[in-house]
């Protein structure tokens, strides 16, 4: 079945630096999903990328999808606080494929 | 919109005991799933079903556990006995249809078999 696998697994972020995290699918998607979970909390939708190459921008947040749909990155600016969470996306249609995830932490 | 509402949130029960973990998704939305989540394993599907009728439960990890779904606003998920390694966080979420298929998810139900 559809695999979706992320990177990195952790990461530390000073405050105020920017930071991407990775997506990668072993198959074609047809479409690319994002969910933060904060510690102690469930996923909570962010967006939904669906054409080749797209990129949407929420804030601070750019998402991207790759041109062959194998792939999308997360890429936060300007860190804050309120970006402490577990970033994961998923793949597929309506039964998603979901990465392990990227715990985030900062350090202010 | 109350969004996607579990009950009990919290659950800790004795190794061999029955377990009911029940769900009420958002009104109007077509899919329900269920997953499990473990530092593990991560988030893992157990079962979805769309219209109220079981799709895949591939992702169901043995005979101990069920889900049913009797009409569009609740389902349940049962495990019995419960074993110590089913403890985990198992969260439920719907998605209104494969053309909006963004999942809101409840907030859980946190299980711990001793």
């Known amino acids: 079945g559809q695999q979706v696998m992320q990177i990195p697994q952790y990461q530390h972020v000073q405050e105020g630096e920017d930071f991407t995290t990775y997506c990668n699918s072993s198959?074609?998607?047809?479409?690319i999903q994002w969910y933060k979970q904060r510690p102690g909390g469930h996923p909570v939708f962010l967006i939904q990328l669906v054409k080749s190459g797209e990129v949407k921008k929420q804030k601070r947040l750019t998402f991207q999808f790759g041109e062959a749909k194998k792939n999308s990155s997360l890429h936060i600016t300007a860190t804050q606080t309120t970006d402490v969470g577990t970033y994961f996306c998923?793949?597929?249609?309506?039964?998603?494929?979901f990465g392990a995830g990227t715990t985030v932490t900062v350090r202010a | 919109d109350a969004g996607v509402i579990q009950s009990p949130r919290h659950e800790v029960t004795e190794m061999g005991q029955e377990v009911t973990l029940r769900c009420k998704p958002i009104?109007?939305?077509?899919?329900l799933f269920w997953y499990r989540q473990t530092m593990m394993r991560g988030l893992e599907l157990l079962i979805y079903?769309?219209?109220?009728?079981?799709?895949?439960d591939s992702g169901m990890p043995e005979d101990r556990f069920s889900a049913k779904m009797p009409n569009a606003s609740f389902s349940t998920l049962k495990i019995q006995p419960s074993e110590p390694r089913d403890s985990a966080v198992y969260f439920c979420?719907?998605?209104?249809?494969?053309?909006?298929?963004?999942?809101?998810f409840g907030p859980g139900t946190r299980l711990t078999v001793t």
């Open positions: 198959t074609t998607l047809s479409n």
């Open positions: 079903f769309n219209n109220n009728v079981p799709i895949d």
């Open positions: 009104s109007g939305h077509d899919y």
């Open positions: 979420a719907s998605s209104l249809s494969p053309e909006r298929s963004e999942q809101y």
């Open positions: 998923a793949g597929g249609d309506y039964k998603l494929s």
